[in-house]
């Protein structure tokens, strides 16, 4: 009898382990949301600078709340607009663009073409918050831009 626990034991944790890691392997980013001032401007922004599609739209004016769902193949962006938010400069005292708030701190993505999009940014005004740099491990080139609310998007370079 002793045996038939222990070989039942042993099946049941077998298949927990595997289980766990069939749930780890089906683990899938879906998207990033961003809190923006003025959710008409950011769609314009994103679609205009990125080439994302507004796909669906949400407002609800008693809880002053506006999502736009945008994509981009399997990417996709959330804006949300809260009339309740606010900025880090009004709620911070003395608040510098050097402090770093807990939370998303940069949205990463890869490009093929890098002059292309750096000529982009360029010809639509976008801002820079610094300069090109080129990574010394890979020889990729990186830069990080503003959107409209000021958010982090770094674009890399990609060779494959």
Same mark, same amino acid.
């Given at each position: 009898? #002793?045996?038939?626990?222990?070989? =039942? *034991? ?8 595997? *289980?766990? /890691? ?6 899938? +980013?879906? +998207?990033? %949301? $961003? =809190?923006?001032?003025?959710?008409? %401007? %950011? ?5 205009? @600078? ?7 739209? +949400? @407002?609800?004016?008693?809880?002053? $709340?506006?999502? *736009? ?16 938010? @606010?900025?880090?400069?009004?709620? =911070? ?6 402090? #770093?708030? !807990? ?11 890098? &002059? ?5 940014? !360029?010809?639509?005004? @976008?801002?820079?918050?610094?300069? /090109? ?18 958010? #982090?998007?770094?674009?890399?370079? #990609?060779? &494959?």
């Amino acid at each position: 009898m #002793r045996k038939l626990w222990l070989f =039942i *034991a042993g099946l049941l944790l077998f298949n927990f382990s595997c *289980a766990q /890691v069939d749930v780890e392997q089906n683990l899938q +980013f879906q +998207f990033v %949301s $961003l =809190i923006v001032k003025d959710v008409s %401007s %950011s769609v314009e922004w994103y679609s205009e @600078v990125m080439g994302f599609s507004l796909e669906k739209e +949400f @407002v609800n004016e008693e809880r002053g $709340l506006k999502i *736009a769902n945008l994509f981009k193949g399997e990417h996709a962006i959330e804006l949300i607009e809260i009339s309740s938010s @606010v900025s880090p400069e009004d709620a =911070i005292p003395n608040f510098s663009k050097k402090l #770093r708030i !807990h939370g998303i701190f940069k949205v990463g993505f890869g490009v093929k073409d890098f &002059d292309t999009w750096i000529a982009k940014f !360029h010809e639509r005004s @976008v801002e820079f918050q610094g300069e /090109v740099v080129q990574d010394p491990v890979s020889g990729n080139r990186m830069v990080v831009v503003l959107d409209p609310d000021g958010n #982090r998007l770094q674009f890399f370079e #990609r060779t &494959d």
